[in-house]
């Protein structure tokens, strides 16, 4: 069974920083197109950022116009995690965050989702 965990939401002031971490249990995002998604209330959810993960380090990333320079979506080999690192946060990045596993390559489409980790960004 597939379970994946989101980490790393606070509370933040606009221009601030943070890194999200996506764990997964019975999973390994080797080889696959994993996606950090937000939804904000009264919003629906949002693809931000999706990377493929190949072998030998190899990776591809996609980045939505309203994160792109801002957001890194990245893989760590050593623990297979995919994190969401991000820099210069604006209010209108307040929403709930989601890792989205097992994607098809190419859209917004996962298989499986984690719980989620608030974002609040305060002016």
């Known amino acids: 069974q597939v379970h994946l965990v989101e980490s790393g939401g606070r509370s933040v002031q606009a221009g601030g920083s943070l890194r999200l971490s996506c764990s997964a249990f019975?999973?390994?995002?080797?080889?696959?197109?994993t996606g950090w998604f937000r939804q904000a209330p009264g919003k629906e959810r949002e693809g931000v950022a999706r990377?493929?993960?190949?072998?030998?380090?190899?990776?591809?990333?996609f980045y939505a116009d309203s994160v792109k320079g801002r957001f890194t979506i990245s893989h760590d080999n050593a623990n297979d995690m995919v994190y969401l690192e991000m820099n210069s946060l604006r209010p209108e990045d307040t929403a709930m965050y989601f890792c989205?596993?097992?994607?098809?390559?190419?859209?917004?489409?996962?298989?499986?989702w984690g719980q989620g980790t608030q974002v609040t960004v305060s002016s």
């Open positions: 019975g999973y390994t995002f080797l080889q696959k197109c």
């Open positions: 990377i493929y993960v190949g072998l030998n380090e190899f990776s591809s990333t």
């Open positions: 989205g596993a097992d994607m098809e390559c190419g859209t917004w489409d996962a298989s499986y």
